[in-house]
Nanobody, 121 residues
C-alpha cells in the first residue's frame, strides 16, 4: 500500500504565493515521475507540472514562469512553489506519482486525495 499525502493548500489573494508538498509513504522502493494535476468542476483534470527521477521538469503553459516543481529524493517528497497566483489557478490540486514497491514490482500510479487552492480577493 502506498499513500500520497498533500499539504499546503488554502486561500490566497491574487498575486500571492503558496507552496504545496506531497510525500509518498508505505511500500515505496523507488519513485519515477512525480507531478501535480489540478481540476475544477466541469473541467478535465490537467497536468500542471511534473518532474522525473532524473530531475527533468515539464510545465503547463499557463503556469510556466510562475510555478516551480522540485523534489526531495530521500524524503520521497515533491513540492510545487506557486508564485503570482491568479484566480484561474483556483482548483483542487492532486499529487501523482509512479511508484515501485520493490525492485521487481510493476510500476503503479498513485494519486493523492487533493488539496484545495483558492485564489480570490
Amino acid at each position: 500500500q502506498v499513500q500520497l499525502v498533500e499539504s499546503g493548500g488554502g486561500l490566497v489573494q491574487p498575486g500571492g504565493t503558496l507552496r504545496l508538498s506531497c510525500t509518498a509513504s508505505g511500500r515505496v522502493f523507488s519513485i519515477g515521475t512525480m507531478g501535480w494535476h489540478r481540476q475544477t468542476p466541469g473541467k478535465e483534470r490537467e497536468l500542471v507540472a511534473s518532474i522525473t527521477s532524473a530531475g527533468s521538469t515539464n510545465y503547463a503553459d499557463s503556469v510556466k514562469g510562475r510555478f516551480t516543481i522540485s523534489r526531495d529524493f530521500p524524503k520521497n517528497t515533491v513540492y510545487l512553489q506557486m508564485n503570482n497566483l491568479k484566480p484561474e489557478d483556483t482548483a483542487v490540486y492532486f499529487c501523482n506519482a509512479d511508484v515501485y514497491s520493490n525492485a521487481y514490482s510493476l510500476l503503479r500510479n498513485y494519486w493523492g486525495q487533493g488539496t484545495q487552492v483558492t485564489v480570490s480577493s
